[in-house]
């Protein structure tokens, strides 16, 4: 709330430093004493000149301090001295109202003339905030003494309506300031048109536009340059010369008197379709014009400049969609199914006559292999032929059903891509041929000439439905080309195909990190509509992008040569020590652990040792994992060690007949399988040899992922082994392992394995490359049958740079090495491994190889503390490289400056156009030239408008709209007019001392400062309720002049229509029921104490029993503890905490229970409390107030809550604290 005076408040001291007008900020953060203000205070006299060298003197420091003009009022002391008020005070509508109630700071409006009212972003004054702040407004002139026409109202904004409807702007307006409509002038914004020559001239038709756009874009992007490659594209433009002199204004003038430009300028005056100017143009100009060739046009006449302002200032809006879910159909023009990334693209092509039946198309996470997905009534695939269907004369056949309707659903494909070409699916054990018609999707049993159920005449298309198993019908159970499996997770079985659909928080981040790297600034606001997508956005970017960047960082170091995993941990922790910015960006977890002081400590050893694990875990992706510099081809696993000279080696490569070479690849390719199987041995931390817990320091630092049990191989697992312990070579019941097929696949007969497999693990034990170790619990005792186990040497592994990936043609799996025979080493896997080059197209290498600038997002939401919030905005707004994204809510859809911004991007359409313009005028604030990118989910809202993009461009923009007649609102701002007047009546000069000295009592004692007053008595639990009886009588003594007092502030331009509120007979009830209100708040105040007290002796008694607390418990207690020392206001509110009102300070309480005015800022009376582990340093505790329908989303059991980069979970909820019950 005080983001944007603060915000205004920078930019008042740059423009009044050294004028003698004083000006000041009054929010909740003023100090109250002038030695409280912390920065530097120039002397009085100080100019303009003598405030910005010492600002940049401070700047150039690289202090935090602030620097206060003479002219500037810090403190409230000072603003309430008599004849020392500022001119000039910004504040908001709580300030306003605490002062008007409180009474605390009221010398500032003392005989003040409030000649100007300004709200600065008015268009979000709707709903509750707008209707609160315009009975505000009309209560500050009653105070001061001003009626309506004595005070200039001015609001501000750029999208508070319609230009071409400026009378729903004065109807805002007048209902807003309580003015009549005839005295509203609106005044919209405009620019200084450009002075276009009268002799202008269309330049000649451009023949390779598109190289020439490149070239433009070029030319205008060196900076450096002398702008010859801007004279020499210009020249190829126009087959003119431009004048010698600057560049930038002689292309100024020479395009002046370009009649293309000046007509697309006109063209371009609202937005329109870029593919619809070319035609346009044509007709202007009277020749073609290519959409290329208007791109390089405007790219000159933007870097054209007369005095620093651009010729023309084109802005961009794009509209991006996902693959919403990819589908295919059958239509009888196509020889084999055509595929649709969106379902709606194939309907638009069809335009709604000949519509096909749609297939959702889902694809296998391990090896690709496609599989399409029908729902139909009553069908059952679980035995050896399909059953069920509807019956009919001549047949049978299967209705199409909507899942929701009932359907089944039903896994089916047409091919095994990578499959032998005798592979038929007609004779599969696994599948039944079934013939889909094309039309309508009704599935028939066999060839028919016309569908049983549309009628639609044609041939049929065969597809073949997977046999299900009972315990998951209707889902895949394992992939039929390369066999991979499902798991259940819990409750849910996830199938291993997944469909063809985007991300959304995948696609932002991609749109996001090359907005970034393509920035002239590389700043950026993503923008979300709720504080939980943000929080969410802000946390997996983050991640994902550190994550990339130390693949990044693992790959350069590779290319210096063979490295060891210390020698790789070692490089990477040499270049964060250099860049503090990068390492506090990488690796998180150790500056929430320790924090740097000077050279070496423990920081460096907790960096080391984080460093050292990240490197393991790279080099133990699964083998099905696709993202990583294995999967990528760009590294290379060797072992010392293993070298083809070996005699083991040679001897049985000269028996198998192949090269040794070969053989040691193979030996190489089966210890691959063992380190990604996380077989390892990791000397300095056991990582992979014992068991992780919850509890385990290096777990809960986020060190180390949660990796499953530790994993030893042998040649024979013994009969009490467990095979989710122990990896063998040889089965001892003589079934088939992973190794001793891949030793067949090498050539080695069945009689053969054996002895071949048993000495090969005798040559790898004795040079040292598998390590006998003992697995280990989670408190490092060893475990009970397990013995005689072995893991490869994480010590012997060497990783060197590598380009290009051998692959199976059946499975799709990946390695860096070539087989023996090219046999591919998957499990139970017949294929053949082709090697394939780098994908120049491929974007993780593009990344890898372009030197993106790394995508450095926060999170900027409520939640975010308000410190954090402002060290973040200035880095942000500075040349730092610590932030260059945020990922925010509409709270920065205000006029806040956040520098200069070349783009913004959209995670989702915004609700009305009216925020769609506040969001995108974030982008190109300083030069109006700028790309604003909306992201397009698949909800009907997002698509409706990126198939029509101009309805929102070019939608009505509504001023705010808020409803005064609204009795419950009424009575709040009654309430608070009443106790204005009281205070005004302790002041009065008319009235004795002692009356005077009986109001202020009575008001000291019925509206104490702190609400630890209605609940406790010298300290003690009060053991009735307090008597407001005073307070009564003191109301019923003035119950005329009040209602008079307010019946003057409420009568000021209130609305006709809405007049029905405040009647006389109205308000007068809302003066004489206030304190029978007052005490229905004091009296839930007093059952939350009661409940909270029981709480604690029932848990004092259950730890006399227990001799503890079970930790949820614990918890509890601790909580009711808080709650008891907060209403008795022993327990301050921490400043670091991020929203929620003071729930000490009276008028805060009040407003939050509905007895005085909120505002809309009512944070809401369900509380999440977060509790942060005790090592985590610099993270405190903190609460998200929610009210109820929010955190009915929010806080539901099991649900994610994100906040702060953290992700929480809903651990123990209190239902009610009125009804006391808690569970």
């Not at 002199?245 to 006109?266: D, T």
């Not at 817990?693 to 082994?721: F, I, M």
């Not at 090969?760 to 697995?775: A, C, E, I, M, N």
Request: aromatic share 8%; proline share 5%.
């Amino acid at each position: 709330m005080n983001a944007l005076a603060e915000d205004q408040l920078g930019r008042l001291r740059s423009l009044l430093a050294g004028t003698g007008i004083s000006f000041g900020m009054y929010v909740g953060k003023t100090p109250d004493r002038e030695a409280d203000v912390a920065g530097f205070r120039l002397p009085a006299g100080a100019s303009l000149a003598d405030y910005e060298a010492k600002l940049a003197e401070v700047r150039q420091e690289k202090r935090s301090e602030t620097v206060y003009p003479p002219e500037e009022i810090c403190s409230r002391e000072v603003m309430r001295t008599k004849g020392r008020q500022p001119r000039i005070l910004l504040t908001n509508v709580k300030q306003l109202e605490l002062l008007l109630t409180r009474q605390r700071d009221v010398e500032l409006f003392a005989d003040a003339r409030l000649d100007f009212l300004v709200f600065d972003e008015a268009h979000t004054f709707a709903g509750a905030q707008g209707a609160e702040t315009a009975c505000l407004i009309r209560r500050l002139r009653a105070f001061c003494g001003r009626e309506a026409q004595d005070t200039v109202c001015i609001a501000t904004s750029a999208t508070i309506a319609d230009r071409r409807n400026p009378d729903a702007a004065r109807d805002f307006a007048s209902r807003f300031f309580g003015v009549a409509k005839e005295s509203v002038v609106t005044v919209s914004e405009a620019y200084e048109p450009e002075v276009w020559a009268g002799d202008r001239v269309t330049p000649p038709p451009v023949k390779d536009a598109g190289h020439l756009l490149n070239e433009c874009v070029q030319a205008v992007e060196d900076e450096n340059g002398d702008g010859e490659a801007i004279r020499a594209v210009y020249r190829t433009l126009t087959t003119t010369t431009l004048a010698a002199g600057k560049w930038p204004e002689v292309l100024y003038a020479a395009l002046s008197r370009n009649e293309l430009l000046f007509q697309l300028s006109e063209e371009l005056a609202s937005p329109r379709p870029l593919h619809e100017l070319p035609v346009e143009l044509e007709k202007k100009v009277g020749r073609p014009v290519t959409e290329a060739e208007i791109l390089a046009w405007l790219t000159l006449g933007a870097a054209a400049r007369r005095e620093g302002r651009p010729l023309v200032r084109p802005v961009v809006h794009g509209f991006v969609r996902g693959i919403s879910g990819a589908v295919v159909t059958f239509p009888e023009s196509e020889p084999g199914p055509k595929l649709w990334l969106a379902a709606e693209d194939e309907i638009e092509a069809g335009g709604g006559e000949d519509r096909n039946a749609h297939f959702p198309v889902t694809t296998c996470t391990t090896c690709g292999q496609h599989y399409f997905v029908a729902f139909l009534k009553d069908f059952d695939f679980t035995g050896r032929r399909p059953g069920g269907g509807e019956a009919t004369g001549d047949g049978s056949f299967w209705l199409t059903l909507e899942e929701a309707q009932g359907g089944r659903r039903v896994v089916l494909l047409d091919r095994i891509v990578g499959g032998s070409e005798d592979e038929d699916l007609d004779e599969h054990e696994r599948t039944a041929t079934l013939h889909f018609c094309r039309r309508c999707g009704a599935a028939h049993p066999g060839v028919v000439s016309r569908c049983r159920h549309c009628g639609a005449a044609g041939e049929t298309v065969v597809l073949y439905a997977v046999r299900q198993k009972k315990d998951n019908p209707g889902l895949l159970s394992n992939c039929l080309s390369c066999g991979a499996n499902g798991r259940r997770i819990g409750s849910t079985y996830r199938e291993p195909a997944r469909p063809v659909r985007a991300t959304n928080v995948a696609d932002v981040h991609v749109l996001a990190q090359d907005m970034v790297h393509h920035s002239e600034r590389p700043r950026l606001l993503v923008f979300c509509d709720n504080r939980q997508d943000a929080a969410f956005q802000a946390g997996w970017m983050k991640d994902h992008a550190r994550r990339f960047r130390l693949r990044a960082l693992m790959a350069e170091g590779l290319k210096g040569g063979s490295l060891s995993i210390g020698d790789l941990a070692m490089h990477l922790d040499e270049i964060l020590e250099k860049d503090e910015a990068l390492s506090r960006a990488l690796v998180p977890e150790v500056w929430q652990v320790v924090r740097r002081e000077g050279g070496g400590g423990r920081h460096e050893q907790e960096r080391r040792k984080f460093l050292r694990i990240q490197v393991l875990r790279e080099i133990t992706l699964s083998s099905r994992q696709s993202i990583g510099l294995e999967p990528w081809g760009r590294m290379k696993v060797d072992y010392a060690g293993l070298d083809p000279a070996l005699p083991w080696i040679q001897e049985n490569a000269h028996a198998l007949g192949m090269p040794p070479e070969d053989l040691r690849d193979g030996v190489a390719g089966l210890l691959d399988y063992l380190r990604r199987k996380r077989v390892l041995f990791d000397p300095e931390r056991e990582i992979f040899t014992k068991y992780w817990v919850d509890g385990d320091l290096e777990v809960q630092q986020g060190y180390l992922p949660q990796v499953g049990a530790p994993v030893g191989t042998k040649l024979h697992r013994d009969a009490v082994e467990k095979q989710e312990l122990v990896t063998q070579w040889l089965s001892a019941r003589g079934g088939d392992t992973t190794i001793r097929q891949m030793a067949r696949k090498w050539g080695v007969t069945t009689e053969n394995v054996e002895g071949f497999l048993g000495g090969l693990f005798d040559v790898l034990v004795k040079t040292g490359l598998l390590k006998p170790v003992r697995l280990k619990g989670s408190k490092g005792n060893p475990l009970p049958n397990v013995s005689g186990v072995y893991q490869v040497d994480a010590d012997r592994l060497r990783l060197q740079q590598n380009h290009g990936v051998w692959r199976c043609r059946s499975c799709r799996r990946r390695t860096t090495r070539r087989s023996p025979n090219l046999a591919c080493p998957a499990w139970r896997c017949d294929g053949v491994l082709e090697f394939v080059r780098e994908d120049p197209d491929n974007y993780d290498l593009q990344l890898l190889d372009q030197g993106y600038s790394m995508l450095r997002p926060e999170e900027h939401t409520a939640m975010v503390p308000h410190d954090e919030r402002e060290r973040l905005e200035n880095l942000f707004k500075g040349d730092s490289e610590a932030v260059n994204a945020f990922v925010c809510t509409p709270t920065l859809e205000l006029g806040v400056d956040i520098g200069k911004l070349d783009a913004i991007l959209m995670r989702n359409v915004p609700p009305l156009p009216a925020n769609y313009w506040q969001r995108a005028g974030r982008a190109g604030r300083r030069h109006r030239m700028a790309v604003d990118l909306t992201y397009c989910r698949p909800v009907s809202h997002d698509r409706a408008y990126f198939a029509e993009p101009l309805k929102l461009l070019t939608g009505r923009v509504d001023p705010p709209a808020f409803n005064l007649r609204n009795d419950l609102l009424v009575a709040k701002h009654v309430h608070a007019t009443v106790i204005t007047r009281l205070h005004q009546y302790a002041r009065e000069a008319s009235r004795s001392t002692a009356e005077i000295r009986e109001i202020a009592d009575t008001l000291k004692t019925c509206l104490p400062d702190r609400v630890s007053a209605y609940l406790f008595d010298g300290g003690l639990v009060r053991e009735r309720l307090p008597d407001l009886t005073a307070l009564k009588t003191l109301i019923d003594r003035n119950t005329d002049d009040l209602c008079s007092y307010v019946e003057r502030a409420f009568c000021q331009g209130w609305p006709e229509a809405d007049a029905e509120v405040t009647r006389p007979e109205a308000l007068r009830a809302h003066v004489r029921g206030m304190v029978g209100a007052l005490t229905e708040v004091i009296v839930r105040l007093e059952r939350r104490l009661r409940w909270a007290l029981e709480q604690i002796r029932r848990l004092n008694g259950l730890r006399e029993k227990q001799g503890d607390l079970e930790p949820e418990d614990d918890a509890l207690f601790r909580r009711c503890d808080a709650l008891v020392k907060r209403l008795k206001g022993t327990a301050r509110r921490s400043r670091r905490e991020a929203e929620g009102y003071d729930d000490v300070n009276t008028f805060g309480v009040l407003a939050a229970e509905g007895f005085l005015p909120g505002y809309g800022l009512e944070v809401g009376s369900v509380l999440g409390t977060a509790e942060i582990p005790f090592w985590r340093t610099g993270a405190m505790a903190f609460t998200l107030p929610r009210p109820p329908s929010v955190a009915l989303r929010e806080y539901v059991p099991g649900n994610l809550i994100y906040a702060n980069g953290n992700r929480f979970v809903s651990r123990r909820f209190h239902r009610d604290i009125d009804e006391q019950r808690f569970e």
